[in-house]
């Protein structure tokens, strides 16, 4: 089953904007986290938002939670070509007892 | 340094057989996972470990099976009944409530 699912699923942008990418979820949540992967690499965490907070930020990345919608946000501010990767959100059910279902990704590709 | 180290980076599997992926950590981490991953896709969990001889199935547990004998060791067996084991195995490990720390992945291919 999927719980996350991310929008858009690739994503162009040049170096110096900012890229953002969505994941909306079904079922309540403990926690939702955000994940980067480089091709053909294991996936690397970045950001952990638990479900009594809104906004967290971390460097160049803010990531944002609405319960109500079920949704997040992930923004990337100032993109450099290393940020060239796969983004997945994952979400922490409150009935699964820690265990993370992953969405489908979003490409992002960062053209120099 | 800690980390997790998953063995070996490329397998490949001839039909029938069954081959077995090494996943190791040394971070003291209680709960490790499986997780298998197709071309463009997300993650699929297969099985997880919360803590040392016991795990549970995951969402597609079917054709694989798993021990936990030490609480560094999660290895995965992908048995002949799986039929379509093609894929990039990740293996990750955590505190309860905490981010995942992952392995570097082994791509099991089927010749």
């Known amino acids: 089953s999927q719980q996350g699912e991310e929008d858009p699923q690739a994503l162009s942008i040049q170096e110096g904007e900012n890229a953002t990418m969505n994941c909306s979820y079904k079922t309540s949540i403990n926690n939702l986290q955000w994940y980067r992967q480089n091709s053909g690499r294991g996936l690397v965490h970045l950001i952990l938002?638990?479900?009594?907070?809104r906004e967290k930020h971390s460097g160049r990345l803010r990531v944002t939670l609405d319960t109500s919608k079920k949704s997040s946000s992930l923004l990337i501010t100032a993109s450099r070509a290393a940020d060239t990767a796969s983004y997945f959100c994952?979400?922490?059910?409150?009935?699964?007892?820690?265990?993370?279902?992953f969405g489908g990704g979003t490409r992002v590709l960062v053209k120099p | 340094d800690g980390g997790i180290t998953q063995s070996p980076k490329y397998l490949f599997r001839k039909e029938g057989q069954n081959v077995t992926l090494s996943c190791e950590q040394n971070?003291?981490?209680?709960?490790m996972y499986w997780y298998r991953q197709d071309p463009g896709q997300g993650l699929r969990l297969i099985y997880y470990?919360?803590?040392?001889?016991?795990?549970q199935k995951g969402d597609i547990a079917e054709g694989y099976s798993v021990s936990r004998e030490k609480k560094e060791s999660f290895p995965l067996t992908v048995t002949s009944a799986q039929k379509n084991p093609t894929a990039f195995y990740l293996c990750?490990?955590?505190?309860?409530?905490?981010?995942?720390?992952f392995g570097s992945g082994t791509r099991l291919t089927v010749v």
């Open positions: 938002i638990r479900s009594n907070e």
């Open positions: 470990s919360q803590i040392v001889n016991d795990f």
């Open positions: 990750a490990s955590t505190h309860k409530g905490a981010g995942y720390t």
């Open positions: 971070l003291n981490h209680d709960a």
């Open positions: 994952a979400t922490d059910e409150r009935a699964a007892g820690n265990k993370l279902t």
